[in-house]
């Protein structure tokens, strides 16, 4: 049905949500970010059926059922490398990966590492809210150690927050983005620029979590576009993102050129019994 | 087993090229017509360290090895001890040292074998380029039967590439050893047997069976993380694969493994992982994501010792508790295992079929011992198992996609994702039929039914266990068994058979879903069973104490790793019962 | 139970504040000197979704929730059919809603429950700064009988920061709810009764409780990740554990947090981590660890409905199976269940005491529904256990230290990193009694002896079950149960034996290792047994069967979560097998 | 016994060593890493006791049963974390971690991550021999993506190769040297400084795999000393290890000044009944 729409006319964002009700709270940032997402896949004019959401747990980890696109929701941590399987097998997909702050980075940091490494053609969103939503507001990777509401760390963390884009670059991430949740235009276009981006492509948003950072919805009046536009040379993005305070927002802030990763996943001429042959004595 | 065998051992320590001589004189083997089964055994080091490995050959095929060894060909004595719990030699086993390196040590020695020198650095430094495991090669081939030409053959074709002196040399040293054996104390000599025509006997590890039978199951996608035993398998599949159009990833680590391939299945590709238990730990997770969202996977474990990181390079059946009741909350699932080297083809690609048809995460257990051990063997029939997933193509008129849609048979039409109109998500939380989270106990409970009825109404056919009766129709005992504890035990029924006892061996292919009715009905008459397993707990007789009604007398003979059960203890209790 | 007690639920949207007023009306009931039983449920909205509190109260303490409940109140209508499965009306039940708000939804009526009305937004909005739900506690107090003095000082002391208009505010609408009860149908009412001696009633949840165990027993390192229903037992911890010298550690993932204990409990350390289903899952490779190096660690499950992610805010007995054979090899371990809000605190502090004296890991397995659910409960007992590990303290003369002695009791003293002379390496390798690595098949033998010995020579004591005739001596019929299924079991044991009934509940706190010689003599005299858990896959019935030998006539009664199996229909069977 | 005589005498190298033959091939790099670090613990004067050796599986992870100081061998890629929980139980202790390319940075990355982050006070010393010894040479993180040498990946693995140091630095690690294995003298001094230096020190090491990487043995031919001295500005390290060929040798690299993350661990005069109280009603 999509399929024969998409034919006669290109698609409007809204036919890329489903009609599922989000389990989200009132004024939650990660509303925004599906409508960006949806608002991009429009304008990328992909059929739903091309395109393919994959996610872990967490509240932000929810987006695929509410898009009209194939979604895969699985455990907690593991996204990428169900999605680095997913483009592997059908490098035809446009695969993109929605992600948490803790998902990405915590329990699922393992993988975050070796996707940028791998540099595989999926584009990796983190919806950042600096909080565990989904269980009720723990610190995440990406919270201030000083941060005292969450009652397993009631006198802060204590550790040094992570620092995603700078990891992301080292580790090779071949596109890096930093958007704001509360400029959902700009995210689309983000978005589309980091689907065609080839490899690896991170986009970091700052996502408000009301709930358990209400202090985040000032975070609109904080960001800031970002001044200068994005190099290619990774040591000079390292200088830029280690001495960023996090608040730089709507650019793409790094583009590197390293070819995906894409092994031949073809049918060749080669057959069962060649190989068999080889077990003949 | 009732034909003619011979036993050996051929063992020193790193440069002594034990392994290769294993190698060659398999293939030579093979060439005068003879099957063969090789297992091999290493210290702890990584290279260069002693070596031992394990033949027997016989004029039949060959299920198991032997409870001992006829023959031990020592090259040298280093660190040999270690080996000598896995190479028992009774009183008429004859033990060959090397004179010049002195004497064997006491470990050995414990039943009294019957010992002889031959002088091998001695015989090979008088031949130019001539080395002590050519010499010794000689020697086994002489003592054992085996004609000349069948090594020649051989020794040219490997040698080719070295030139005609490397391949002289080699000869010289081997037929020199074939001419001291006349002067050695008699062995088991097996009869001359026609060579196999042309393409009708391979030569074969489990572990590359069990790739073999993945490919041929339909599997194209297979990522995965090194892990002794299981390397081979993924050692042979990545040229293999690539020959085929699939591809074989190297995964950061076995969570990303069966990830990847449980995204790769999402998207329409047979796929498969192969680890240890340790990485299939690591796995449970997402083995039970796969249940839940219903996602094909095979994963294939080849069992070594545990708990933990136990005993890498070695042999237990112990993981059988993980993989039938490993993942958390339930997770009905299929889990299958090899029992013979040849079988880790056949098991896999049926794993495959199952997997594709109940879209079901399926678990294939083999071992160290079949996944590493080398046979020479009859060639594998055909089999007619494709992974066959049933698709959903098109969308029912003005319906939204069922993806989880309550079915008779429990399996719902997958939708591949590029197939338009169908979109949907997949989940691992507890869903309704379109797949949408749900927290109602009513749709708990129906996909809950649903996922296992798919497991629960599959028709297994035959291959749930395969049967032997010793005497047609006759009898009262059983031995129940699975895995490479089938061989020792296929063995000790032919040995009983052949001393007129009747009883009935069961080996279990099919290890879960249990299967009460068939196995009810194989226990027909029997009022005795014998359970058989490598394993300290007894996981395998638990389980089957779990889901089975066992004969009142069930006896549980059980044993941790790394000694198998050889066929003799099974014997003696089918004896004991007997009288 | 035999005491009479009263079963209410209340109900309404985000905003309605059914949790709060919930808790209000449970610390009332205390001071009343009723007992409790609280829990909740909620949608899947993260903040501001439909909640319940259901509530019993009685004049005894309270193992289980009722099979229906008298009474509920609902603030409004929103969403509440979601909860309907879990809030069983009978045709005798009062369903009070809010007139202004239009009409129950029909699926609370499928038993024709009375039906009136009750204005509460009205009566509220006629006050001042009134609010709906203290008008329906209000209502709820004059109901079932509880004084409106029990409720003045919970809410002046509640609300002393809001001041004293607040407090008026809040005690005018609950007494005007109070007052228009005279105006509703009847429910039970319970009888006042004397108050408690101060000190002697606590209010509690299964996850304090748990907390409270580890503390008590002796534990003060913590690391773990959060996962829902676990977090509360974590954050009890973490001020709770620094008030008393300990530590909590927030870890990147499951992974870490189980391998921070090991680290601590190898440094000396009793430690703890606590998790659900899926964080075990990942746990479960590093559990075979601390079996392999002897490393005593607490691991608690509270149990949420599976498979994979399942219903993170559910309840479910169904991680038995991965619990009891999780590991890959055989891995001897111990693992014990609560089966009350109350028994979180004595289980969780013997299984620390376990641990410790074993030097092995110890899992706790509670459920959502315990460790969730609030209980005002007589204060419990204290108790003697304490972690205590055997220390090796000084290297015997001119020997070499042998971490893993093959000992009678096979628990080997274990030298704390800082003790001269007795530095060794613990190892998940094979090893001998010094630790050094072996794959020797003798040392393997030996050390899963001396593993598998430590946990079945121990002497649990009459702790491992709680057992409770209906009636001493009397009756051939025993309910076998486990955790939260206990309960119920209880609940229906004291039914049936009101009605004359003979019988015997036997619940098991130590699910391994298994009893077999304990289970037999508590079965004696026993014809027929009913298996009762909550579980699609039976897994508490196989277990018994693998391990246990069981009655004759053994019935399994099981169901998945989220829904307890009620009294009702235990007591059920029980009386079909009198007739 | 060993601290009887450790009271008499300072130790020496081999004091540290215990009597169990590694299983190592002959010439392996890890052999003098071995030497190195036992020469390290005598320079530190440090008793047997109060030293704890962790590490997880490889041949690199052999080394706590080789030394004479407390060990735990556990599993593949968790030996951070068992480090950290037995560092903050027992704060008196030193604890050294050693490991290997693919348990530290393949399996075990995502503890590599959070433990630069977290900042504890430990030693994580890792054998880099590009390739997975222990299981017969398969391609680590660190191996080139044109390595032809494993069945696995017969024509390479087609990855850029993973840089611990960056991605260290850009995870918070406190102190970067990297040395190589054919200078064990200078390889024990700078252990030393690790040792001491407060936080979290990550010290890789170049030790050649001579069975399955034989063409490592030039490494020795090929490092140099690094030219310039440490700084202890991060973007600046940054710069310089992005840019750098990963043979500058025999330095620290960086030196950062975070306090480490020590929570407090000793018994306070709050007592149980106090807990047990707020229970009361
Ligand atoms: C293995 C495992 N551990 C823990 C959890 C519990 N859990 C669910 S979501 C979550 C954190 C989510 O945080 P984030 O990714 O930042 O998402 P957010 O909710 O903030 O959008 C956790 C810890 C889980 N589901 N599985
Ligand atoms: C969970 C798990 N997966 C896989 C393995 C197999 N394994 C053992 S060591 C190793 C790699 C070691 O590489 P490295 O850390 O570089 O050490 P090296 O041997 O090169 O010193 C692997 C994959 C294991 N033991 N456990
Ligand atoms: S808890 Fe926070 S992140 Fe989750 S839905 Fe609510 S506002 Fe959004
Ligand atoms: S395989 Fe390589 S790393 Fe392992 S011991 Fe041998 S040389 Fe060293
Ligand atoms: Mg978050
Ligand atoms: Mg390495």
């Given at each position: 049905m999509e399929a024969a729409v998409a034919e006669k006319r290109k698609l409007a964002a809204k036919d890329y949500k489903s009609d599922i009700k989000p389990i989200w709270c009132p004024g939650c940032g990660d509303y925004s970010v599906l409508n960006a997402l949806t608002r991009a896949l429009a304008e990328l004019a992909l059929r739903p059926e091309e395109v393919a959401v994959v996610s872990g747990i967490g509240c932000s980890s929810r987006i695929p059922a509410y898009t009209s696109v194939y979604g895969f929701h699985g455990v907690h941590g593991r996204a990428l490398p169900v999605a680095t399987g997913l483009k592997l097998a059908r490098p035809e997909l446009t695969v993109l990966v929605t992600s948490g702050d803790g998902d990405g980075?915590?329990?699922?940091?393992?993988?975050?590492?070796?996707?940028?490494?791998?540099?595989?053609?999926?584009?990796?969103?983190?919806?950042?809210?600096?909080?565990?939503?989904?269980?009720?507001?723990?610190?995440?990777?990406?919270?201030?150690?000083?941060?005292?509401?969450s009652k397993l760390t009631p006198e802060g963390t204590g550790i040094n927050p992570f620092q995603p884009l700078v990891v992301g670059l080292a580790s090779g991430a071949n596109f890096i983005a930093r958007v704001s949740a509360s400029d959902p235009i700009n995210m689309a276009k983000i978005i589309v620029e980091a689907v065609r981006h080839p490899g690896f492509s991170l986009v970091q948003i700052l996502s408000p979590c009301v709930t358990f950072r209400p202090e985040q919805q000032e975070w609109r009046d904080i960001v800031r576009t970002a001044?200068?536009?994005?190099?290619?040379?990774?040591?000079?993005?390292?200088?830029?993102?280690?001495?960023?305070?996090?608040?730089?927002?709507?650019?793409?802030?790094?583009?590197?050129?390293?070819?995906p990763f894409k092994p031949e996943f073809e049918v060749t001429d080669g057959s069962i019994a060649e190989l068999e042959a080889s077990f003949v004595i | 087993m009732a034909a003619p065998s011979v036993s050996l051992v051929i063992a020193g320590s790193g440069g002594a090229g034990v392994v290769t001589a294993g190698s060659l004189l398999l293939e030579a083997a093979a060439n005068a017509g003879w099957y063969a089964l090789m297992t091999r055994s290493a210290g702890p080091q990584i290279r260069g360290g002693e070596a031992a490995a394990m033949i027997r050959f016989a004029t039949e095929p060959i299920a198991s090895h032997d409870?001992?060894?006829?023959?031990?060909?020592?090259?040298?004595?280093?660190?040999?001890?270690?080996?000598?719990?896995?190479?028992?030699?009774?009183?008429?086993?004859?033990?060959?040292?090397?004179?010049?390196?002195?004497?064997?040590?006491?470990?050995?020695?414990?039943?009294?074998?019957?010992?002889?020198g031959l002088a091998m650095s001695e015989i090979a430094s008088a031949i130019e380029g001539g080395r002590s495991n050519m010499v010794a090669l000689g020697a086994i081939a002489g003592m054992i039967g085996l004609p000349v030409a069948a090594m020649e053959s051989v020794v040219s074709r490997q040698l080719r590439r070295k030139g005609q002196a490397a391949i002289d040399a080699s000869m010289a040293a081997f037929n020199a050893g074939f001419a001291a054996a006349t002067g050695l104390p008699a062995v088991p000599r097996l009869p001359g047997v026609d060579a196999a025509p042309n393409g009708e006997r391979w030569s074969i590890t489990g572990n590359e069976a069990t790739g073999l039978g993945a490919i041929r199951g339909g599997v194209r996608f297979v990522a995965a993380y090194p892990i002794t035993p299981a390397t081979e398998v993924l050692e042979w599949l990545a040229p293999s694969l690539a020959k085929v159009g699939g591809v074989l990833v190297q995964a950061e680590d076995e969570l990303a493994s069966i990830n990847q391939i449980i995204g790769a299945s999402y998207g329409g590709v047979p796929a498969l992982t192969a680890t240890s238990g340790p990485g299939l730990s690591l796995m449970?997770?997402?083995?039970?994501?796969?249940?839940?969202?219903?996602?094909?996977?095979?994963?294939?474990?080849?069992?070594?010792?545990?708990?933990?990181?136990?005993?890498?390079?070695?042999?237990?059946?112990?993981?059988?508790?993980?993989?039938?009741?490993?993942?958390?909350?339930?997770?009905?699932?299929?889990?299958?295992?090899?029992?013979s080297v040849a079988d880790c083809l056949f098991t896999?690609?049926?794993?495959?079929?199952?997997?594709?048809?109940?879209?079901?995460?399926?678990?294939?257990?083999?071992?160290?011992?079949?996944?590493?051990?080398?046979?020479?063997?009859?060639?594998?029939?055909?089999?007619?198992?494709?992974?066959?997933?049933?698709?959903?193509?098109?969308?029912?008129?003005?319906q939204r996609y069922q993806r989880y849609a309550l079915t008779g048979s429990g399996v719902s039409p997958m939708a591949i994702p590029g197939t338009p109109g169908l979109a949907y998500t997949a989940d691992g939380l507890e869903h309704n039929e379109l797949g949408t989270p749900s927290s109602q106990a009513s749709d708990h409970q129906a996909q809950m039914d649903k996922r296992l009825r798919k497991v629960a109404r599959f028709d297994y056919g035959s291959h749930w266990a395969d049967i032997v009766d010793a005497e047609a129709g006759g009898g009262n005992i059983a031995?129940?068994?699975?895995?490479?504890?089938?061989?020792?035990?296929?063995?000790?029924?032919?040995?009983?058979?052949?001393?007129?006892?009747?009883?009935?061996?069961?080996?279990?292919?099919?290890?879960?879903?249990?299967?009460?009715?068939?196995?009810?009905?194989?226990?027909a008459g029997i009022e005795r069973a014998l359970v058989v397993e490598q394993s300290h707990g007894g996981q395998f007789h638990r389980m089957l104490r779990a889901f089975y009604d066992l004969p009142r007398e069930t006896l549980a003979l059980h044993q941790p790793g790394p000694l198998p059960i050889g066929p003799g203890r099974i014997l003696d209790q089918l004896n004991a019962w007997r009288t």
């Amino acid at each position: 049905m999509e399929a024969a729409v998409a034919e006669k006319r290109k698609l409007a964002a809204k036919d890329y949500k489903s009609d599922i009700k989000p389990i989200w709270c009132p004024g939650c940032g990660d509303y925004s970010v599906l409508n960006a997402l949806t608002r991009a896949l429009a304008e990328l004019a992909l059929r739903p059926e091309e395109v393919a959401v994959v996610s872990g747990i967490g509240c932000s980890s929810r987006i695929p059922a509410y898009t009209s696109v194939y979604g895969f929701h699985g455990v907690h941590g593991r996204a990428l490398p169900v999605a680095t399987g997913l483009k592997l097998a059908r490098p035809e997909l446009t695969v993109l990966v929605t992600s948490g702050d803790g998902d990405g980075f915590s329990i699922g940091g393992n993988h975050f590492l070796h996707a940028c490494r791998r540099n595989v053609d999926i584009t990796y969103i983190v919806m950042d809210n600096q909080v565990y939503g989904m269980t009720k507001g723990q610190a995440s990777p990406t919270t201030a150690p000083d941060w005292e509401g969450s009652k397993l760390t009631p006198e802060g963390t204590g550790i040094n927050p992570f620092q995603p884009l700078v990891v992301g670059l080292a580790s090779g991430a071949n596109f890096i983005a930093r958007v704001s949740a509360s400029d959902p235009i700009n995210m689309a276009k983000i978005i589309v620029e980091a689907v065609r981006h080839p490899g690896f492509s991170l986009v970091q948003i700052l996502s408000p979590c009301v709930t358990f950072r209400p202090e985040q919805q000032e975070w609109r009046d904080i960001v800031r576009t970002a001044v200068v536009d994005y190099t290619d040379d990774a040591a000079r993005a390292a200088r830029r993102l280690m001495t960023d305070d996090g608040f730089n927002v709507g650019k793409v802030l790094y583009k590197g050129s390293r070819p995906p990763f894409k092994p031949e996943f073809e049918v060749t001429d080669g057959s069962i019994a060649e190989l068999e042959a080889s077990f003949v004595i | 087993m009732a034909a003619p065998s011979v036993s050996l051992v051929i063992a020193g320590s790193g440069g002594a090229g034990v392994v290769t001589a294993g190698s060659l004189l398999l293939e030579a083997a093979a060439n005068a017509g003879w099957y063969a089964l090789m297992t091999r055994s290493a210290g702890p080091q990584i290279r260069g360290g002693e070596a031992a490995a394990m033949i027997r050959f016989a004029t039949e095929p060959i299920a198991s090895h032997d409870d001992s060894f006829h023959l031990l060909v020592a090259i040298d004595w280093e660190n040999i001890s270690r080996f000598a719990a896995e190479i028992p030699l009774m009183a008429n086993s004859l033990l060959i040292g090397d004179p010049a390196l002195g004497e064997a040590p006491a470990a050995l020695l414990c039943n009294s074998p019957r010992q002889a020198g031959l002088a091998m650095s001695e015989i090979a430094s008088a031949i130019e380029g001539g080395r002590s495991n050519m010499v010794a090669l000689g020697a086994i081939a002489g003592m054992i039967g085996l004609p000349v030409a069948a090594m020649e053959s051989v020794v040219s074709r490997q040698l080719r590439r070295k030139g005609q002196a490397a391949i002289d040399a080699s000869m010289a040293a081997f037929n020199a050893g074939f001419a001291a054996a006349t002067g050695l104390p008699a062995v088991p000599r097996l009869p001359g047997v026609d060579a196999a025509p042309n393409g009708e006997r391979w030569s074969i590890t489990g572990n590359e069976a069990t790739g073999l039978g993945a490919i041929r199951g339909g599997v194209r996608f297979v990522a995965a993380y090194p892990i002794t035993p299981a390397t081979e398998v993924l050692e042979w599949l990545a040229p293999s694969l690539a020959k085929v159009g699939g591809v074989l990833v190297q995964a950061e680590d076995e969570l990303a493994s069966i990830n990847q391939i449980i995204g790769a299945s999402y998207g329409g590709v047979p796929a498969l992982t192969a680890t240890s238990g340790p990485g299939l730990s690591l796995m449970i997770e997402s083995i039970g994501l796969a249940v839940a969202a219903e996602v094909p996977v095979v994963v294939v474990d080849v069992m070594r010792v545990g708990p933990s990181t136990g005993i890498a390079t070695k042999s237990e059946q112990s993981d059988l508790n993980i993989a039938v009741y490993g993942m958390h909350g339930d997770a009905p699932h299929v889990v299958v295992a090899a029992n013979s080297v040849a079988d880790c083809l056949f098991t896999t690609q049926w794993a495959v079929h199952l997997a594709e048809s109940m879209q079901t995460p399926t678990l294939v257990l083999t071992d160290q011992l079949l996944g590493q051990s080398r046979a020479i063997l009859p060639r594998p029939a055909e089999l007619a198992f494709i992974g066959q997933r049933q698709t959903a193509v098109v969308a029912e008129e003005g319906q939204r996609y069922q993806r989880y849609a309550l079915t008779g048979s429990g399996v719902s039409p997958m939708a591949i994702p590029g197939t338009p109109g169908l979109a949907y998500t997949a989940d691992g939380l507890e869903h309704n039929e379109l797949g949408t989270p749900s927290s109602q106990a009513s749709d708990h409970q129906a996909q809950m039914d649903k996922r296992l009825r798919k497991v629960a109404r599959f028709d297994y056919g035959s291959h749930w266990a395969d049967i032997v009766d010793a005497e047609a129709g006759g009898g009262n005992i059983a031995i129940i068994t699975w895995g490479s504890s089938t061989g020792p035990a296929r063995e000790a029924l032919d040995r009983f058979s052949a001393m007129g006892g009747k009883a009935r061996l069961i080996s279990l292919r099919l290890i879960a879903p249990a299967q009460p009715d068939k196995l009810a009905a194989a226990l027909a008459g029997i009022e005795r069973a014998l359970v058989v397993e490598q394993s300290h707990g007894g996981q395998f007789h638990r389980m089957l104490r779990a889901f089975y009604d066992l004969p009142r007398e069930t006896l549980a003979l059980h044993q941790p790793g790394p000694l198998p059960i050889g066929p003799g203890r099974i014997l003696d209790q089918l004896n004991a019962w007997r009288t």
